[in-house]
């Protein structure tokens, strides 16, 4: 059985090709009913449950599907006994604004919580920096 940083590391990892991949069913697995994502785009008081967070990602994949990656850069894991943390960089973005900002990255925070012996993403946070 591999270690919890490994399983979460997989989950996580899964998680994003899903979301490059565009497969809206691969990014909703794992996440926790009562999930709260802050996201880029509003609303700005953040995304509660599952419901709210499947209706984030149809225009997500729209603009994405334009030519834009969606690629992890870095990832690192802390993780208890059931809870853990994650935090990445991720090259998210079109050619176009990789071009205008090479060292544009996505900023990921994961909080994630173990149910029934199983790693499950309970918060999310996505931004950009402001400069």
Known sequence: MPDDATQIRALITDWAAAVHRGDLEGVMADHTEDLVMYDVP??????????????????????????????????????????????ALLRC??????????????????????EKGRWLVAHEHHSFPHD
């Open 42 to 87: 509003p609303p700005h008081a953040g995304i509660h449950g599952l419901a709210a967070y499947r209706a984030t990602w149809p225009p997500f994949f729209d603009w994405q599907a334009q030519g834009a990656c969606f690629d992890i850069d870095s990832l690192d894991i802390t993780a208890g006994t059931d809870v853990a943390y994650a935090h």
């Open 93 to 114: 973005g079109t050619p176009e604004e990789f071009a205008a900002y090479p060292s544009l990255r996505l900023r990921l925070t994961f909080g994630l919580r173990k």
